[in-house]
């Protein structure tokens, strides 16, 4: 009779258990699909794969990915409106509702396709046009005083009183703060500027650092994000300097790297997803830098000397707290 009462019990607990494990694991599973992202897409004007712009855009991703736990998917080669507008269709056919724009055309593109696709947020890096649409956002790096603070290292460290500059563009702002953060330090030095016109012709990239060694060029800085690298290995086979470029360089030349210029893109992009997630990603324009820990500069060469560095961090803090470059300041 017990163990009649006893299956009795069991049949009507055993039902009971399984379905308040069932309610927990429902309510707790839609509790965690609470946020408005769902899967994440990237956009890059060349490759994931260049060492530099791309390969920090594509870290970003999997940091979205390892951070939030959705799916992501890129597209490399969107190098205009009409591929752009092909890749997105595609990006909204796997279920993606946040796509990043990584360069600076993107921000155009963005502000008309966000009519076609209405349900997707649109986020471009370093726009040269402000974001204009409910759902996108433009998101500049300040790249002027990271170009400041590494001319300041090349001025120091220059021998020759020559240093140079390998563009993509005239128009970036790294190039032009270099220019001055060299003039701050040393106003004798000669900075040689040359411009590729375009992100990825090592070969032109090439020739061009050819000519500036042959003038006596001892420290270049390289921006570009196809041929930074080769600038960097030749460099340090002369026996020569450079300053890094978008990610820490030290590991392709512990000494002929005097520092790098590093760009968080990563955090950056995870900061982005978060927010938009939580429902608090504002569309519209907006700008970060040093003073965020977005940009900072990497390792030192061991041959920067320590009396130098001491000043330079001394300068990167007031820069955080003032907002002014050591330049703006008048020391009394």
């Not at 982005?272 to 997630?277: E, G, R, V, W």
């Not at 040093?290 to 330079?312: A, H, M, Q």
Request: with cysteine; hydrophobic share 35%; net charge neutral.
């Amino acid at each position: 009779m017990r163990k009649s009462i006893i299956r009795g019990k069991l049949f009507f607990i055993l039902p009971l258990m399984a379905c308040v494990l069932f309610l927990f694991l429902f309510f707790n599973s839609s509790l965690e699909k609470q946020g408005k992202i769902e899967k994440v897409g990237l956009l890059v004007v060349g490759t994931v794969n260049d060492q530099a712009w791309g390969t920090q855009g594509y870290k970003g991703l999997l940091n979205i990915h390892t951070k939030l736990g959705v799916d992501v998917f890129y597209k490399e080669s969107i190098d205009s409106y009409t591929v752009a507008e092909r890749a997105v269709k595609e990006l909204q056919g796997k279920g993606v509702n946040l796509i990043f724009g990584h360069g600076g055309n993107f921000v155009q593109y963005f502000n008309i396709l966000s009519h076609k696709f209405p349900s997707i947020h649109f986020v471009s890096l370093n726009g040269r046009e402000p974001a204009t649409q409910p759902n996108t956002s433009n998101i500049r790096l300040e790249n002027y005083p990271m170009g400041f603070f590494g001319g300041m290292v090349a001025g120091h460290m220059t021998r020759t009183n020559k240093v140079g500059v390998i563009g993509a563009y005239e128009w970036q702002e790294e190039a032009t703060g270099f220019e001055a953060g060299v003039h701050y330090i040393n106003k004798d030095v000669n900075v040689l500027k040359e411009f590729v016109n375009d992100w990825d012709n090592r070969e032109k990239a090439m020739n061009l650092l050819d000519k500036e060694i042959s003038q006596h060029v001892d420290v270049v800085y390289p921006v570009g994000d196809g041929f930074h690298v080769g600038i960097l290995e030749k460099m340090k086979e002369n026996g020569l300097y450079a300053i890094g470029y978008i990610s820490d360089q030290s590991t392709i030349g512990k000494y002929a790297v005097l520092t790098s210029t590093i760009q968080d893109i990563p955090k950056l992009y995870g900061q982005i997803a978060q927010a938009f997630d939580e429902g608090k990603l504002k569309s519209g324009n907006r700008s970060c830098g040093i003073r965020d820990d977005t940009i900072f500069l990497g390792k030192y060469s061991p041959n920067v000397d320590k009396e130098f560095i001491e000043r330079l961090e001394k300068d990167l803090d007031r820069y955080k707290n003032t907002g002014k470059l050591p330049d703006e300041i008048k020391l009394k």
